[in-house]
């Protein structure tokens, strides 16, 4: 058999861990196939450079996961739902999509016990594909985002919305940042007087963020609450692309201490 070829598409792409986090776990459990990255321009060309590469099978990163989600012949129930899909793999000619993003952060935030209500600061992308899941699964999420228009699509799905201008903070189980806030400067996702506020009266928070400690896990430290970045919401989607690159040959359990090296090199 011909070894398989994996990419991530993205723009940028130069700094995803995705092809470390595959090609360590293709090395380590003796998958023969390999993982590079791809710099994908032009979203719509999405199908022909998948197949003009002879890929098996892709991730895809921001801005294309829309595209990727019309690219596919063939939807898991879930990506379906929501429109994004951050994971094809090909079978006989044919594109399968999925989202391992949304269940790979539920993973993520499953050693926080007893939560029920969740606030999430932001309602990009993201928090698109979380929340919905996050509803399925029976948790009740609230979100408050800087500005009203990202906030219609959410109001109409049913879910609690606000703004700075009309939030009035309570206690929640996890305090949520989904925002870009943080990454690449040292700006807090909502005014500080409303986290002063919201912060001590919640139990734990999380950011997505990963590989640094943001402004907000800063905070939130301060008031000695329990926090959690974005690295294991980042390993957790990464290993279930990989059960579905390699058909479930290996266990999730059997992945995880092998891609997770990864974040120590
Ligand atoms: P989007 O561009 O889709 O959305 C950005 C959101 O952040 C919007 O709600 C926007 O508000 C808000 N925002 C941006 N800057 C600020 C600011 N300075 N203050 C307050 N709000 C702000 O981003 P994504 O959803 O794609 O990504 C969000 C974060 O998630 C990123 O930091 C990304 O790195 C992280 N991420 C982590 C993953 C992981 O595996 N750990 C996976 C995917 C993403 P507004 O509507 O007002 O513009």
Redesign the pocket.
Known sequence: MQKELFAIFGNPVSHSKSPLMHNLSFNGLNYDACYTRYLLEDGSKLKETFFALKLKGVNV??PHKEDAFNACDILDPFAKKIGVVNTIVEKEGKLYGYNT?AP??LKAIAEFEDVRTVLF????????STSSILKEEGYEVTLL???E??LEKYKEEGFETYTFENFTPKAYDLVIN??????E?D????PKTILDTVIPLSSACVD???GKETPFLKLSKSYDKPTKD??D??LY?GIIAFEHFTNYAYTFDEIKPIMQKAFSL
């Open positions: 990163t921001v993003d790979g952060f600061l932001g309602a990009g992308g993201t928090a698109q985002n800087r500005s228009g990202r989904m925002t870009s806030a943080g990454l400067d700006s807090l996702p909502a997505v963020i990963y974005g690295s919401m980042l989607q």
